[in-house]
């Protein structure tokens, strides 16, 4: 029977395995485990690969969230405004500053952040707004942008989803500050646990680099308390030998991408994507009211997919008693969902399998 993997870790580095294990033997030649030389290597790559001034390696997506908006001064006491369609992390790092998440509805035809809804949602509270660019496709950043200029807030953009994808030909993470994850099943992505931060801001990058590592200003002197939220060495080593093949993934999913619009569009409802945007596709979705009768379907005829994300965020039990009144578009759009296999390592073949696959089950089930 036919056997198409969601994804497939073991394959996605064996082809650069060599040159990965050459790199973990450089870093344990030297020694230097801690903020060692690949980490403001990769740092200084990133930054010309992304076109932005300063990017800043830490632990984790969720690292890069919280250390912005302690940076940013936000805590206890304000608001920030982003989406419940999102992984949870996007919410859960507000919380971990002490901050209260309040989340808009999405825009039912693109599954993000409406930009219509933000006005009403703005309160003397409100420091700062985190628009997703959920499964690598860009928000449309433009009315965000105006309407954190007007109100004077900061805007944070989780990217954790978003490496390579740009909107106006300019990447994501470089409209606001941009906070991405480099989290295994990223379209960049560590072997473990790593992430990044992007801004222009050169003191606001000198202040994060002092907060990731327990707010030292050098060896001796610390500045502000802070938690451990540094970028490994062993895994910047890893990136900087896959960062020179991102963009032959980026076209690679682009192109799955592509053969999924164009032979399932008279079949399903796909996602609009927002103009001037190339998304990175870190998932493909599509949407369909029977969407669990035909997950169980695919999976019989050896087809893995999964939904991004099942239970939105003001849904999961840690954030009852947030205050969600009204996101009709978003409780509707999760029952719908599933997203498709749509890595590099995926097979032009067993795709267009699933495609057949796909459009056979819609006309029996139209
Ligand atoms: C939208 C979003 N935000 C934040 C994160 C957190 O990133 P990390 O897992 O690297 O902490 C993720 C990771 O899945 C994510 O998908």
Redesign the pocket.
């Known amino acids: 029977m036919t056997s198409v993997p969601y994804v497939d870790l073991v394959k996605q580095n064996q082809a650069l395995r060599p040159r990965i294990l050459e790199a973990i033997d450089r870093v344990l030649g030297h020694g230097q485990f801690i903020n060692g030389p690949e980490v403001g290597e990769l740092e200084e790559k990133l930054a010309r690969r992304l076109g932005v001034k300063q990017v800043v390696g830490v632990g984790?997506?969720?690292?890069?969230?919280t250390l912005v908006m302690r940076a940013l001064d936000i805590g206890p006491g304000d608001e920030v405004i982003t989406v419940s369609h999102?992984?949870v992390?996007?919410a859960t790092?507000v919380c971990l500053v002490g901050a209260t998440p309040v989340f808009v509805d999405i825009d039912p035809t693109t599954g993000l952040m409406d930009p219509e809804l933000l006005a009403a949602a703005i309160s003397p509270r409100t420091k700062a707004l985190i628009p997703?660019h959920?499964g690598g496709v860009p928000c449309p950043m433009n009315p965000i942008q105006e309407l954190c200029r007007a109100h004077g807030l900061h805007l944070i953009e989780?990217c954790?989803?978003a490496v390579g994808a740009t909107l106006y030909g300019r990447s994501v993470g470089s409209f606001g500050t941009g906070?991405f994850?480099?989290?295994p099943?990223?379209t960049l992505s560590a072997c473990g646990?790593?992430?990044f931060i992007t801004t222009n801001d050169q003191d606001l990058a000198a202040l994060l680099r002092r907060l990731r590592s327990l707010g030292h200003r050098d060896r001796d002197h610390v500045d502000v308390p802070s938690e451990n939220a540094r970028l490994d060495t062993l895994q910047a080593a890893i990136l900087l030998v896959k960062l020179p093949h991102l963009e032959e993934w980026l076209v690679r999913r682009r192109d799955h991408a592509s053969a999924y619009e164009t032979a399932l569009r008279p079949f399903f409802e796909l996602t609009r994507i927002t103009e001037d945007a190339q998304p990175a596709y870190s998932t493909f979705v599509i949407r369909h009211d029977k969407r669990d009768a035909l997950i169980a379907h695919l999976a019989s005829k050896g087809f893995d997919v999964k939904v991004h994300y099942p239970i939105a965020i003001h849904q999961q039990r840690a954030f009852e008693g947030t205050s969600a009144p009204g996101l009709p578009h978003t409780e509707a759009l999760v029952r719908r969902i599933i997203s498709l296999p749509v890595t590099p390592e995926l097979e032009p073949p067993d795709r267009d399998a699933l495609i057949d696959a796909l459009i056979h089950w819609s006309r029996s089930n139209a």
Not at 60 to 65: D, E, I, K, N
Request: charged letters at 10%; proline letters at 0%.
């Open positions: 984790s997506g969720t690292s890069a969230l999102s992984y992390a996007t790092s997703v959920l989780d954790a989803q906070c994850s480099l989290h099943l990223k646990d790593a992430g």
